[in-house]
C-alpha cells in the first residue's frame, strides 16, 4: 500500500490533494452557510480566462488564474451587493464569459492547446511540482489563517448581514474577504481536480458533514476531514487504477455524501423514535 | 437616570426600490423608554427601524445614534438587534449556543479567545430566555417562538443599553409571548431602552411606555398607550380596556385618555 509514497511525483501528488482537501471545505463552510453554493463554479469558470491569459502572455499560468479569480470573485461580490434583481443573470453572463474568453485566449496563444485546456479543466495533479507545491502551500495556508482569524466575524456575517452590520461588524470587508479567500481556494484546488469539479471540493464534503452534525463548528470540523479523505483517498485510487484524479476524488466524496446521509438518516429517525418514547 | 437621546431621526425619508417607504419621520426616543412602533402591513414600521439602524439609507432627512449618524456610530455593543425573521436557517447547522455566543462578537476582538465574560454571558442569556438545557441542539429544529427566544438570547448576551425588535411577535406561539413579555419586564427593570416593532402587543402591552403608530410611511401617533403603566406593568396582570391605539386610527379618531408626553411632530 505506502509503495505509492516512494515516487516523487507520487508525494507531491498527495502533499497537494491534502491541503487542498483541508482548504476548500473550510472556505466552503462559509460559503454554503451564506447560501452560495455555486460561488466556486462561478469563479472557476472566470478562473479559465485567468490561466488562458497566462498561456498567452507567456507567465506563469497560475499567477494570472489568480489575478483574474480574485477580479472576478469581487465582480461578483459587488453583484451580489447591489441587489437582488437580475444579480442571478448578471453572474451566469459572467461565468459564460469566463469559459469563452478561456477557450478563444487559448486558441489565439502559441503555447496552449486542448490538452492543456483539459488539464486545467480537469485537473494535473500528476504534473505539481515542487514549485507549484510552494504556491499551493502558501495559498493554502492563506486560507486556513483567514478562517482562523476571521471564523468567528464571518460566522456572523454568513449567518445575517444584517445583524452584522447592526454589530459593527466591517461587512464589506468582510465579504470581500470571503470572495477573494474563495478564488484563492479556486485557483489551489484547480491542479487536483480542475476548474470544472473545484466547487465540488467545496460544497459536497460540508453537505456530507452537515448530514451528521448539529453545531457549526463540527460541521466545519467534519468537513475538512471528509475533504482530505476524499482527495487523499481519490489520489491514491488512481494510482493503482489509470483514471483522473479529480473525478475520483469527485466521486469518493459524493459516495461519502451519500453514506453521511444513510447514517444522518438512521441516527435522526432512532433519535426521534428515543424522545417520542 | 438623565435622559440621554439614543435614537434621533428628523425629516427620515426612505425609498425601497423607487417607491418611498418612509416619507418625513421626526422622532426622538431616550434611554429607558419602552417604545412600541405599531402600525398595519407595509406602513413602514420595519423600514422605520431599520433606518434608525443605518441598515437601510435615508433618501431624505438624518438621522443618529447617540448622538452620531450611523455610518460614523462605532459604540454598537450599546445596540442589541434582533431581526425580523430567523435567518440562522443559513445553509450549515448551528447550535443553540453557537447563535447566542455570536450576540458578543462586538464585544470580542480578534485573535482574543472567549473569555470567561463572554461565556457567563451566553449563559445568562440562555438561562433569561428558557432555553439553556438545550443550548446543544441544532437551531432549525426549534419551533418558531423557540426561534425568536434565541435571536433575542444572542442580543441579551451582547449585554447591550438599547434592543431593537423588529416583529418580536410574529408568528409566535401564546406561551412564548408570555415568555418574551416576562424577558422584556426584566429589561425594563434593568431600565434598558427598547424599541420594538409590533404587529399586535399581546402580552407586552403594559410594559409599553410610549406608542408610535406609523400610517403609509408617516407618524399618525406619538404619545403614551392608551392606559397608563404601574400596576399593569406587573407581569401576568390582566386587564381589559378597549384598544384605543388600534393600527387603524388616525390623528383624528383617535381621543387620547390621559396627557401625550410627547408632541406628535409631522403629524
Partial sequence: MLELLQFPIMQRALIAALLVGLAAPAVGTF?????????????GHVALTGVALGFLTGTAPVLTAVVVAILGAVAIELVRERGRTGGDVALALLFYGGIAGGVLLIGLSDNGSN???MSYLFGSISSVTTQDLWIIGALSAGVLAVVAIFGRELFVLCQDEEVAKASGLPVRFLSLLIAVTAALTVVVAMRVVGLLLVSALMVVPV???QQLTRGFRTTLALAMAFGVVATVGGLSYTFYVNVAPGAAIVLLALAGFALALGVGTFVRRSRTRESTR | MSQQTVFAMTGGQVSLEGRPVLRGVDLSIGSGEVVAV???NGSGKSTLVRAMLGLIPLSGGRTELYGVPPAKFRDWRRIGYVPQRLSVGGGVPSTIREVVASGRIARQRR???????DREAVARALVTVGLADRA????HALSGGQQQRVLIARALAGEPDTFVMDEPTAGVDSASQLHLAETLATLVREGRTVLLVAHELGPMEPLVTRAIVLRDGRVVHDGVPPQPVGVHALPGHEHVHPHAVSPECGPLTWEPGPPASKEVPGA
Fill in chain 2, 38 to 40: 405599531l402600525g398595519t
Fill in chain 1, 115 to 117: 490538452a492543456t485546456l
Fill in chain 2, 136 to 139: 446543544g441542539d441544532p437551531v
Fill in chain 2, 111 to 117: 485573535l482574543r479567545p472567549t473569555s470567561a465574560a
Fill in chain 1, 31 to 43: 460559503i454554503v452557510q451564506r447560501r452560495l453554493a455555486l460561488l466556486g463554479d462561478g469563479i
Fill in chain 1, 207 to 209: 453537505a456530507a458533514s
